[in-house]
C-alpha cells in the first residue's frame, strides 16, 4: 500500500447522509484517482485529479463529489444522491499527471455500507 | 468499446505447479498493459507492467507475464505457485489515447492455491 493511507477503513452510512473519506498521499505524487470496487465488477473510475485545483470525473460520477486543494490529498465525498453506495472504495496515485507509462499505486481502502 | 477480459473467475491449483491467469482486451492501438494482486480487504499491489520491448515481463514475488500482440493477451505466470500466492489478480490496460492516466480493469480472478 506504500505511502497512501485511507480512513477510516470502515464507515458506516445511514441512508440521506454525506459522508467523507479520506485519501492522503506522501509520495509527492501529482496525480491522484477514486475508484470503487464491486464484486465480481472489477475496479471502476470516480473521480481523477492531474493537479492541485483541478479534477475532471470518471466513468461513475454520479453522486460523488471530490476536492484537490493540496497536493498530498483528494478527499471523496459520497452524497445522498449516490443511490447504491455500498462499496469498497480505492484511493491510487501515480507520479506524473499524463505519463503513459506511469503506475498506480492504491492504498488500502475504505469499505462503506449503507444502513 | 474498449474492454479487458479474464475469462476465469476462479483458478485452482496445487502448491508447486505452475499457474496461468490469463487476459484478453480489446483496446485499439499498443496499450500498456499491467497486472495487480489483491489480498482480502486491502488496496491493489502492483505486480508488473508491458509498455514494450521483450514479451516476457518479469514482476514481483517471482510473477512474470506473457504479451501476445496478435492474440490481443497479457497472461500471467509463475512457475512454482505457493499458498500464499492465493489472492485476487487484476488485469489493467492504459490505453494510448485519453489525455491522462486512464486504466481499465477486468473483472479479477481470484487464485486458489491448494497444498
Known amino acids: 500500500d506504500g505511502g497512501i493511507t485511507q480512513s477510516p477503513k470502515y464507515l458506516f452510512r445511514k441512508e440521506g447522509q454525506n459522508v467523507t473519506l479520506s485519501c492522503e498521499q506522501n509520495l509527492n505524487h501529482d496525480a491522484m484517482y477514486w475508484y470503487r470496487q464491486d464484486p465480481g465488477q472489477g475496479l471502476r473510475l470516480i473521480y481523477y485529479s492531474q493537479i492541485v485545483n483541478d479534477f475532471q470525473k470518471g466513468d461513475i460520477a454520479e453522486g460523488y463529489s471530490v476536492s484537490r486543494e493540496k497536493k498530498e490529498s483528494f478527499p471523496l465525498t459520497v452524497t445522498s444522491a449516490q443511490k447504491n453506495p455500498t462499496a469498497f472504495y480505492l484511493c491510487?496515485?501515480?507520479?506524473?499527471?499524463?505519463?503513459?507509462?506511469?503506475?498506480?499505486?492504491f492504498g488500502p481502502g475504505t469499505r462503506l455500507t449503507v444502513l | 468499446a474498449q474492454s479487458v477480459a479474464q475469462p476465469e473467475d476462479q483458478v485452482n491449483v496445487a502448491e508447486g505447479n505452475p499457474l496461468t491467469v490469463k487476459c484478453t482486451y480489446s483496446v485499439s492501438g499498443n496499450p500498456y498493459l499491467f497486472w495487480y494482486v489483491q489480498y482480502p480487504n486491502r488496496g491493489l499491489q502492483f505486480l508488473l507492467k508491458y509498455i514494450t520491448g521483450d514479451n516476457l515481463v518479469k514482476g514481483s514475488y517471482g510473477f512474470e507475464a506473457e504479451f501476445n500482440k496478435s492474440q490481443t493477451s497479457f497472461h500471467l505466470k509463475k512457475p512454482s505457485a505457493l499458498v500464499s500466492d492465493s489472492a485476487l489478480y487484476f488485469c489493467a490496460v492504459r490505453p494510448l489515447s485519453g489525455g491522462y492516466n486512464k486504466l481499465i480493469f477486468g473483472a479479477g480472478t481470484r487464485l486458489a492455491v491448494h497444498p
Open positions: 491510487a496515485s501515480s507520479p506524473l499527471a499524463g505519463g503513459t507509462t506511469d503506475t498506480q499505486y
